[in-house]
């Protein structure tokens, strides 16, 4: 019988239909990359459509779906599950002791290794693999990991919301657990407890020489209304930060350079053969503004939080003032505080500059 009529003969039962977003893999082995998973798309029709990777190329294939079963078949539990599960049915080791830890660590390598994980996976392995992965420390591991199918399916397996916060430096999305370090109001904290459903406990912690332990100097109670509060302000203040660099760009500034045997700072350009040493401390802390004393070119400032804020409330006092987006461009400083990002907000919503939230 030729390979063609074998293909044709091939069974399909109800489970293994492929339907457009499943994960397929090739029935066959043609090539190194035959066990790759790949997901379904509609290729219009009524036809199905893969991307597939063959070497370092990739290819298309398109057909209906009684000739797309003949080449492909439907996934029907994830890579993650299969290999923690022929980890628990082939192992020799008898202690279940000795069985259990080594399932965990098959979870754990599954995770590590980004295997892809389904949405009831953990719920699978503790049923079929008697192995329970849930709880503070393995979210940490799994969050830590940045296996983003595994974080789905433990998040569904424990039923928790994730606490979601934009760090104001990167602007990126983090989820908070216990043991995880953020800014909060300029402050380095470390979540030191989960309250419930909506609430974590939040600390800043100091290294005490005389005691040699770490010292509590202050501690936030942090709700999820909180942490959705900071996203929205943070959202609005880069959006605000976009339309002021648009409309009143500032100037490009460098660092400043002492010349030596002076007490002149001058850009890059000016102090030449002449600079003695760039040093970041040297900034003018107590001015907003500043400039090469020999060509005028804007030089950087670093300007203290007390001016900052004293700023902030110029600003404030006269929002209509030509020099308004200006102050706005240096005070956006300030916005690691919801306090002071509302305050922004509200003089750039008085001088026209944003709409209102």
Known sequence: MSTDEEKIMIPIRGEEIIRVGDFIERRAPWGSDYQREYK?????????????????????????????????????????????????QKTRIQSYQARYGLVRQAIELAVKAHLRFDEGDFTVIKEQCDCS?????????????????????????????????????????KRLYEGA????EGLGVKVTSIKGENNLIACQQEYDAETRTQ?????????????????????????????????????????PFVVKDSSAFLCEGCAGDNRHRRDYNLSYPDLIEANCENCGKAICTKPSRELLLATLSRAEADPDSQDTPKFLHYVLGLSTHIVYMERILNVAEAAGLVGGA
């Open 133 to 173: 992965f849930r709880g503070e420390n393995e979210y940490r591991f799994v969050v830590e990991s940045g296996n983003g199918s595994a974080l789905v399916a433990l998040e569904k397996h424990m039923e928790r919301r994730p606490f979601l916060y934009i760090d104001p430096y990167s602007n990126e999305k």
């Open 215 to 255: 010292k509590t100097r202050r501690t936030f109670r942090i709700s999820r209304d909180d942490l959705q509060r900071f996203a929205d302000l943070r959202r609005r203040v880069m959006l605000l930060y976009v339309r002021l660099q648009t409309l009143y760009p500032l100037p490009q500034r460098e660092f």
């Open 181 to 184: 370090s953020f800014k909060w």
């Open 40 to 88: 379904v798309r509609d290729g219009g029709d009524g036809k199905l459509l893969v991307k597939y990777q063959s070497g370092k190329d990739w290819y298309e294939y398109r057909a209906v779906p009684d000739e797309f079963h003949q080449s492909w078949r439907r996934v029907a539990e994830s890579p993650a599950v299969r290999f923690v599960r022929l980890l628990t």
